[in-house]
């Protein structure tokens, strides 16, 4: 990836990635992130700094970040809006705005990390590399929220991570549950 980094800010011009995904309904910024790195080979922490910058960054919705992020997958500055305001948006140091409501922050950013099972089966059933298939819907975060709008079932916790940044890092904790993601579909 280092020599195609070197491509890609060329003339302090940034390319858009020759493999890119494209924004699922409600998807996140971390899991798209995610979902773009694992589509070039690799994982969203060594993607991050190959692009110049760290996961962190991208967690954080750094305006540098975000923007080359969304410049590198070749996506609109509307789709770039949508996927953040499906993580929501930070608003000081307690509260986040989440789909144009104010939330206090521990409404949408949990330790706990749920989703629906079927929807993470299907996607990674899907043709393609399954980890960049599958998508962390956004409104999975909300507390409250506790059925998967599109099977009906409850959400069920993934995994529990108080770091925001190895939280939201979505490959490395969507790894290991693929083996029981795709025994669900066989």
């Not at 998807?27 to 994982?43: I, K």
């Not at 970040?65 to 930070?90: F, H, N, R």
């Not at 104010?102 to 409404?107: D, E, H, L």
């Not at 409104?139 to 925001?164: A, F, K, M, S, Y």
């Amino acid at each position: 990836m280092e020599g195609q980094s070197q491509l890609l800010y060329r003339h302090d011009m940034v390319y858009q990635l020759p493999l890119t995904v494209t924004p699922l309904p409600r998807e996140t910024l971390p899991s798209f992130f995610a979902r773009l790195a694992a589509a070039n080979g690799t994982d969203a922490i060594s993607f991050a700094m190959d692009m110049g910058g760290s996961l962190k960054r991208v967690v954080h919705q750094d305006a540098e970040m975000v923007k080359l992020v969304g410049q590198l997958a070749g996506i609109t500055d509307e789709e770039m809006t949508t996927l953040l305001s499906w993580t929501g948006e930070p608003l000081g140091d307690v509260r986040m705005q989440y789909r144009g409501e104010v939330f206090v922050s521990r409404a949408v950013r949990n330790p706990v990390v749920r989703g629906c099972l079927r929807c993470l089966a299907e996607q990674a059933a899907a043709p393609g590399v399954p980890l960049a298939n599958m998508a962390m819907q956004g409104h999975w975060l909300c507390r409250g929220v506790d059925i998967c709008i599109t099977h009906q079932q409850p959400l069920v916790p993934l995994w529990t991570e108080g770091n925001p940044v190895r939280r939201e890092d979505m490959g490395a904790h969507l790894r290991p549950l693929l083996p029981d993601l795709t025994s669900m579909t066989a």
